[in-house]
C-alpha cells in the first residue's frame, strides 16, 4: 500500500505568489493534518480536517487556508508568500479513533521562497 | 502556551555507545511520543507512551512516561550507524494536534 504521498517535493516561488500544496493520504485514512517545519525547529501544526471539515486550526495567519476533497486527498494554500513560509510542509493521515499514535507523515513539500 | 523543552541539541555518538534523550513539558498530559526524522522524510513513530510509569521498548530503543506526567525520555542502546537523525518528542494538543519539542540531533563522532 502506498504511504502519504505529497506533492510536488520541491518548489521555488516569489514573494507575494501563491502556492497550491498537495496531500494524498493512505487508502482508508479520513483525516489528514498539515503541519509546517521551518529548519531546525520541530514541526507546527496548521490544520486537520476530517470528513472534509475543518477540525482544528494553529496558530497562522489567514493567508494559509485548506480543503479536502471527497476522495479524502487535501490542498494546502498559502497565499502573498514571504520569505518566513519558506519550510519542509508535512502532511500526515490518519484513522479515526486511532489516537494521537495513529498518524502516519508523508515526506513533505520543501517550500523555498526568494 | 505548551511548550517542549528537548536535550541535548545535539550529540555525538560512536557506534556501540548507549544514547540518552529527554523531554520536559510544562503542562501535565496524558500522552508522549517519540519521533525519528531522516534528511527529506517525514517523522516517523518510534514509540508511543499512554501512562504514567510506562516503560516501553521498540527493539533497541526504550522510552518511559515519567510519573509526573510532565517528562519522558528515550534511550538507545547499542547505537549504530542509521541511528543518525533528528529526533523529536510530541505530545497531543487541544485539537487533537501533535506539539513537536525541537528535536535532539544525532551524529556520528568524526
Known amino acids: 500500500d502506498a504511504g502519504v504521498t505529497q506533492s510536488p517535493t520541491h518548489l521555488i516561488k516569489t514573494r507575494g505568489q501563491q502556492v497550491t500544496l498537495r496531500c494524498s493520504p493512505i487508502?482508508?485514512?479520513?483525516?489528514v493534518s498539515w503541519y509546517q517545519q521551518v529548519l531546525g525547529q520541530g514541526p507546527q501544526f496548521i490544520f486537520q480536517y476530517y470528513e472534509k471539515e475543518e477540525r482544528g486550526r494553529g496558530n497562522f495567519p489567514d493567508r494559509f487556508s485548506a480543503r479536502q476533497f471527497p476522495n479524502y486527498s487535501s490542498e494546502l494554500n498559502v497565499n502573498a508568500l514571504l520569505l518566513g513560509d519558506s519550510a519542509l510542509y508535512l502532511c500526515a493521515s490518519s484513522l479515526p479513533g486511532q489516537g494521537l499514535g495513529g498518524y502516519t507523515f508523508g515526506s513533505g513539500t520543501r517550500l523555498t521562497v526568494v | 502556551g505548551q511548550q517542549l523543552n528537548q536535550s541535548p541539541q545535539s550529540m555525538f555518538i560512536q557506534e556501540g555507545e548507549d544514547v540518552s534523550m529527554n523531554c520536559t513539558s510544562s503542562s501535565i498530559f496524558n500522552t508522549w511520543l517519540w519521533y525519528k526524522q531522516d534528511p527529506g522524510e517525514g517523522p516517523v513513530l518510534l514509540i508511543a507512551?499512554?501512562?504514567?510509569?510506562e516503560l516501553t521498548s521498540n527493539g533497541r530503543l526504550t522510552a518511559q512516561f515519567g510519573i509526573t506526567r510532565k517528562d519522558s525520555f528515550l534511550n538507545i542502546s547499542a547505537s549504530i550507524p542509521s541511528d543518525v537523525g533528528i529526533y523529536f518528542c510530541?505530545?497531543?494538543?487541544?485539537?487533537?494536534?501533535?506539539?513537536f519539542g525541537k528535536g535532539t540531533k544525532l551524529s556520528v563522532k568524526p
Open positions: 510530541a505530545e497531543g494538543g487541544s485539537q487533537g494536534n501533535l506539539i
Open positions: 507512551l499512554y501512562k504514567a510509569g
Open positions: 487508502s482508508g485514512h479520513k483525516s
